[in-house]
């Protein structure tokens, strides 16, 4: 089977709907037909400032999420980034080919950056693309399904693959990237013209996968819609209805067109009374097993710790395999 690889930052207590509908389903479906690794990437969270102690929680959270969702941790190996430590040596490997220039062309330093400023910018922020490089290249990855936003990350990824490679010899697999689909992509409830983020600054817009029902459905129902009064997909000019219908397209696996049918010269209300319906039943379930493993976090460490293990056999030999190819005397 060709290799996979994923992950996402342990950067909240709860995912949010877009890393639902646009990493976790499809990550689901794409676990029958691919070799994959998803990864919860603990040391990309740090380059920006954590709790310790929320860290560790929010890192165990994530991962009882991807478990919940579907991930399979016996087909799949779905491990914590930091337990396998191939990640941050082979990331410094890379960074010393990794241009200056070249990182700071990164569209997301350049953002995140601005917003902190440059004495609360880490050097860390700055290397995060050349650490996500060493995440997929450890692995020999073949796909990398990401959001368009990770699309500069994966090029970046691409092109020092291929550089190492004819600097040194033929080490790794240039992968490529599958970018989510526009229909994948979910919008803030208050803000639909910014995506939903776990970070984003008011979480009124935000729908928590491990929210308690009630405050989703209220979120739902106070979403940012318009005047016209009709159920009907037009991103340009109806983005808060539009990113309702993508949200209720996804989670009950129906064309736009037919729920565009069925709330046909009905109200807003009744089209947001659906869907807050569709959420409570969709995230209902996976809230549960959620907590039903955070319940017993020894045992999702065990769970962790040995995918952790199956990860460092596949990492630790992408890594010698690299030490020896740029000389580094072999310690006997
Ligand atoms: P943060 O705000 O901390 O960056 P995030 O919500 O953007 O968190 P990430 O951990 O950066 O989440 O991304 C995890 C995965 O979820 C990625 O594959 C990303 O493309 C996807 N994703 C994140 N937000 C959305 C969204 N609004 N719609 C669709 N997919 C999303
Ligand atoms: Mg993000």
């Given amino acids: 089977k060709p290799r ?15 890393n639902y509908i646009g990493a976790l389903l499809q990550w689901r479906e794409l676990q029958n037909s691919y070799d994959a690794f998803f990864s919860v990437v603990d040391l990309h969270a740090i ?3 954590q709790d310790p102690a929320e860290l560790r929680e929010k890192t165990r959270r994530t ?14 190996t779905l491990y914590v980034q930091s337990h396998v430590r191939a990640h941050a040596e082979l990331a410094w490997i890379l960074s010393t080919i990794t241009g200056f220039g070249e990182a700071g062309r990164m569209t997301q330093f ?41 699309k500069q990350h994966v090029e970046l990824t691409r092109d020092l693959a291929e ?10 697999v240039v992968p490529i990237p599958v970018i989510q689909k526009d229909t994948a992509r979910i919008y803030d409830l208050q803000n639909p013209t910014s995506k939903m983020s776990k970070s984003a600054e008011s979480d009124a817009g935000v729908l928590w996968l491990l929210d308690d029902p ?13 005047n016209e009064g009709s159920v009907r997909y037009d991103r340009e000019n109806k983005p808060g209805v539009s990113n309702l219908l993508t949200i209720y397209a996804a989670l009950t696996g129906r064309q ?39 319940a017993d976090p020894a045992e999702l460490d065990r769970i962790l710790a040995a995918n ?16 020896d190819r740029v000389g580094l005397l072999r310690r006997v």
Avoid: W
Wanted: proline share 4%.
């Fill in 214 to 226: 009630a405050k989703s459905a209220k979120k739902v129902m106070r979403a940012v819609t318009d």
């Fill in 4 to 18: 996979l690889y994923s992950g996402m930052q342990p950067s909240a207590d709860s995912l949010q709907a877009g």
């Fill in 256 to 294: 736009i067109a037919s729920i565009e049918d069925e709330y046909a010269g009905r109200g807003y209300g009744d089209f947001k009374k659906g869907l807050a319906e569709v959420v409570v039943n969709e995230f209902g379930p996976v809230r549960e097993r959620a907590n039903e493993l955070l």
């Fill in 308 to 323: 952790a293990a199956r990860a460092d056999e596949v990492a630790d030999k992408t890594l010698a395999d690299v030490y």
């Fill in 63 to 76: 991962a009882a999420q991807y478990i919940a969702a579907g991930i399979e941790p016996s087909q799949s």
């Fill in 110 to 150: 350049k953002d995140k950056s601005s917003r902190f400023g440059a004495d609360a910018t880490s050097v860390g922020l700055f290397t995060y693309p050349v650490l996500m490089a060493a995440d997929i290249l450890l692995y020999q990855t073949d796909v990398v399904p990401v959001g368009d936003d990770q």
């Fill in 47 to 49: 380059t920006v400032p």
């Fill in 163 to 172: 550089r190492f490679n004819s600097r040194f010899g033929e080490t790794f």
